[in-house]
């Protein structure tokens, strides 16, 4: 059998590689993150309504019609 003679630690394969996905990884969470802080900050204060909530259904498509940003 041929002996792989190329191996290497710091390839591409190894802890090379290991640190550039835990980076990768890392920076789409922080990025995630920051974007899911922003779109809360700017709904936080979008407050709605329900007009008519008599006539509210269960698991209904239509109940949509029945919120009103309140102002």
């Known amino acids: ?11 591409l394969h190894g802890i090379t590689g290991m640190l ?4 990768l990884l890392l920076s789409i969470l922080v990025v995630l993150t920051i974007l899911g802080l922003k779109t809360q900050q700017a709904n936080a204060t979008n407050f709605y309504s ?4 008599q006539n509210l259904q269960t698991n209904s498509v239509s109940n949509i019609e029945h919120r009103v940003l309140a102002e």
């Open 1 to 11: 059998m041929a002996e792989n003679k190329s191996r290497n630690i710091f390839h």
């Open 20 to 23: 550039i996905a835990t980076v």
């Open 50 to 53: 329900i007009k008519d909530a």
